[in-house]
């Protein structure tokens, strides 16, 4: 691995990495939705992968615009034939939340508790790609790449939203079938594609009660001196 000087080398590293994760991604869903029994869990998975596929497709022109194909061809002929369909990085972070996954398949569990187990591996897949697309978006913004900025927010976007998708699903469902003794309402953000929360800063009330306390004080103060000097 080449030495990396800067944020622009480092993004170039990133989308790498993300290029692999999706790469494996992409390998690894058919046998997730074989695993799964719910319906609904098969289906929400197949999306997922069709929508990861598309998400490769975007890290292509990404990577495009960072001019990443001029590095592909000082490599040579042969560099590029025996090199992987990940790309030059092996995301190995992507690699162990897989073989987990895998492995949580392999144990003996009920269908029901299966599919809560898929949704669990499935999510801390997401979990890992919103950070990985957040920090790509963010140098990206730094550096002042506005088409690739907007590019990777469009996939972060959609992560969040697969994310909420699958806990709607586990909540609402999938947890429920597995044994869960009580139902937990589904929060209302939850319901519905991820969405940024704008907060509303409350307008200022401006009210006269400061100044009228005031003039009171004043007025009582003048009528105490009055009787004092009335007094004496």
Avoid: W
């Avoid at 289906?43 to 990577?63: C, E, F, G, M, N």
């Amino acid at each position: 691995m080449e030495k990396i000087n800067d944020l622009r080398e480092l993004l170039k590293h990133e989308l790498n990495d993300l290029y692999s994760a999706e790469t494996q991604m992409i390998d690894a869903l058919p046998d997730l939705i074989k695993s799964a029994t719910s319906k609904q869990l098969k289906a929400a998975l197949s999306d997922h992968l069709k929508v990861t596929q598309s998400q490769k497709t975007r890290l292509d022109k990404v990577r495009k615009l960072l001019n990443d194909e001029k590095v592909e061809e000082k490599k040579g002929f042969f560099a590029n034939l025996f090199s992987s369909k990940e790309g030059e990085e092996h995301c190995k972070a992507m690699e162990g939340l897989i073989k987990e996954a895998h492995s949580l398949t392999d144990e003996d569990m009920t269908p029901e508790v299966m599919d809560a187990a898929i949704i669990a591996a499935a999510q801390k897949v997401e979990h890992y790609e919103i950070s990985s697309y957040g920090t790509a978006k963010a140098y990206a913004m730094q550096l002042g790449l506005v088409e690739v900025a907007q590019l990777l927010n469009a996939t972060l976007d959609e992560e969040y939203a697969a994310d909420d998708s699958l806990t709607v699903l586990a909540v609402g469902k999938v947890n429920l079938d597995a044994g869960a003794t009580k139902k937990i309402p589904v929060h209302k953000s939850l319901q519905a594609s991820a969405a940024p929360v704008v907060k509303k800063t409350p307008a200022k009330k401006t009210t006269n009660k400061k100044s009228s306390t005031g003039t009171r004080t004043a007025a009582t103060s003048k009528s105490a001196t009055k009787n004092k000097k009335t007094t004496r």
